[in-house]
């Protein structure tokens, strides 16, 4: 062998080493590199797996403060009905009242008030529980009106005040 043939020789060996330290060199890496992004993903599992606890318990703290105003509306809802109910049993019943003639509504006359000038008919003081000044009784058909309107009067301050009740409960 010449030395021309010598000399390539050593360099093909010196080029086939470095090629080898390269590829041991680059595995090493790799292997490196592979144990951090293991490091990298079980921390990022771990944070992945804390923030869902996080959020379930949230939901469920959500979840139970829901069913808490529900209950809470329901129950309120339900004390309003009664409300309502008991008020509209109450007006029927006065209306059944003054249509069998059992009750009678009668308005208080101002003291400057002439019986001539009153087209309503005064009365009779005797028989009369009432102390103070006279009265005049109202036609039975005046007296309905007027329950019906206080009827209606009285079912829209329980529904306002069911209003209120919810709209406070909402903002709680």
Known sequence: MTLVQKLLGLIVLALILIAGSAAVTWQVQDWRYGKQLAEQAGLHQDDITAISNAAATQIRSDQDKRL?????????????????????????????????????????????????????????AAGGVVHGGSRARLDPAHAQRIIAITDAGDQGLIALAACQAYAREVNR
């Open 68 to 124: 808490a105003l529900e209950q809470r509306l329901s129950t309120s809802d339900q004390s309003h009905h009664k409300e309502l109910t008991d008020a509209q049993t109450d007006q029927a019943r006065i209306r059944d009242r003054l249509a069998t003639a059992d009750l009678r509504l009668s308005v208080l006359l101002g003291a400057t008030d002439s019986a001539s000038g009153c087209s309503v008919p005064a009365g009779t």
